[in-house]
């Protein structure tokens, strides 16, 4: 049994730029899944990028200037 | 003074756990629903529980349920302690999920595509797992291997849903060998398993 990874997902303020910075990971290859937010953090119907902290810093680099982003927070 | 439960406002089965949970704590609850079927739900529970049940109607909507537990007389731990009948969730009968499309509602494509995803994620980790999921017409899709979708059809399978996907639309689309979740399978399975099922679920 491998322990269960603690994820962290990047919130938005919009579905267009959570959509925007799915097509950007994919082209750079790095892993992540879409999902709905989290309840616990908001109970809006909206989605977030959930990714593996050790992805963090490609990732941020991948999306600097591309996407505002809103928030990262753990997925606790 | 009874304790008071205030279950106004919550839907089935909540009352009832409530209720159920307010008797094993203090043997003597008074329970304030608002709806008709949370107040025949919780007397049935009060009632299997070996509790003396008086209900008072005050008209203004609200009921109170007065629940006492009968001294000496143990709530029966083998009665269903969220037994209800919660209209729908009364039909008997596997669930079925048709997944016709390999996107979620009609209009946007670029949004289905995103709603579909989120919709398989969830059910994932959700608590109530789909007897069956059947895939047809570009729902197929959903199984292709590399998809977005296909890890969590994969899970869902693991933990014991059954996927049915149709053959006739894998070939069609050409991508038969390409199907990573669920095994190919035809119309007579995909029309029982519609047939017999309780309910059937098209998001």
Redesign the interface.
Known sequence: MTEKPVYHVILYKS?SR??LSEKILKNAGIPF????VPKNISSDCG?CIRFLPEDRERIEKALSDRVEIDAIRPLL | MPEIIDARGLSCPQPVILAKKGIEKHGEIIVLVDDTTALENVRRMGGSSGCKVDVEDPGDGTYKIHLKGRPGEKPEKSAEPTACNCGSSSVSGPTAIVLACDKMGRGND??GA?LI??FL??LVDSASHPDTIILYNTGVKLALAGS?TAPDLKKLEESGARILVCGTCANYFEIKDKISAGTISNMYDIAGTMMTAGKVIMP
């Open positions: 579905v959570a959509l899944k879409l999902i709905p989605v | 670029e949004l995103v995803k989120s994620h969830t977005d």
